[in-house]
């Protein structure tokens, strides 16, 4: 039988430095408030992660139930999203979280007038989970091996 995968994927977003970001996105550049902008990003983030997690491609490496990956990355002066970390139960779900973050689009840079010391990069943290059910097996009650 073929593993069920419940889709419901949770994403849960936080931001490390976040107030002074530099960046936005097509979507979120008619934003003016920090806070706007923040939430802004932060979705867009998340609906690029549940679009283009290829979840059935690492399903044979995951757990049944609940699966966690942890993943924290920088992104530079240019809007890329760089330096990606992951931690899950398995490397596969690792890398596809990697592929995921880095074929997101660059931001867009918002034009302030800054100096080299106010520059910096910022850190967010991303924690993406899915629950996926294994296989079930039907076992008859009696003994299999006729040993009764």
Do not use: H
Request: net charge positive.
């Amino acid at each position: 039988m073929q593993s069920f995968l419940v889709l419901s994927i949770a994403l849960m977003m936080s931001t490390i430095s976040f107030s002074q970001s530099n960046f936005t996105t097509i979507k979120c550049k008619s934003e003016t408030n920090q806070r706007l902008i923040k939430n802004c990003i932060t979705n867009e983030i998340k609906a690029f992660v549940d679009t283009n997690y290829d979840i059935p491609s690492v399903l044979s490496y995951t757990k049944p139930g609940l699966n966690r990956i942890y993943t924290r990355f920088k992104v530079d002066q240019k809007g890329k999203i760089i330096d990606i970390q992951a931690k899950g139960s398995a490397m596969q779900l690792e890398l596809e979280a990697i592929r995921t973050l880095q074929s997101f689009p660059n931001l867009i840079p918002i034009p302030k007038e800054v100096s080299k010391e106010q520059i910096f990069e910022d850190i967010f943290t991303l924690l993406i989970t899915f629950n996926a059910e294994g296989p079930k097996i039907d076992l008859p009650q009696k003994r299999l091996t006729g040993n009764d």
